[in-house]
């Protein structure tokens, strides 16, 4: 036998395969981890107080405070601001 024994080389070049599995799905995790985000957040209303007041006029509406025709009309004001 000489100095690498029963393996001849065979077992180091197996190593070395692992080795660049390693790495090479290592770099792919990194990569993947620090890519861009493909969904981007959904836009935020730009009057954010429009939403809370039209969440009041519903709640008005639903209590029988206001008539159908009065929600109609305040709700198309809201949207038009």
């Known amino acids: 036998m000489g100095m690498h024994g029963w ?3 065979f077992g180091m070049g197996w190593g ?14 990194l990569i ?3 890519r861009r985000n493909p969904y981007p957040p959904a836009p935020r209303n ?5 939403d809370q ?3 009041i006029l519903r ?19 809201l949207k038009n601001k």
Request: proline share 2%.
């Open 7 to 9: 393996y001849g080389g």
């Open 59 to 77: 709640e008005r509406y639903a209590r029988g405070e206001i008539t159908d025709e009065e929600f109609e009309r305040m709700k198309e004001k």
């Open 46 to 50: 730009e009057n954010p107080g429009e």
């Open 32 to 34: 993947t981890a620090t």
């Open 16 to 29: 070395w395969i692992l080795w660049l599995i390693l790495i090479g799905v290592g770099i792919y995790l």
């Open 53 to 55: 007041a039209l969440s």
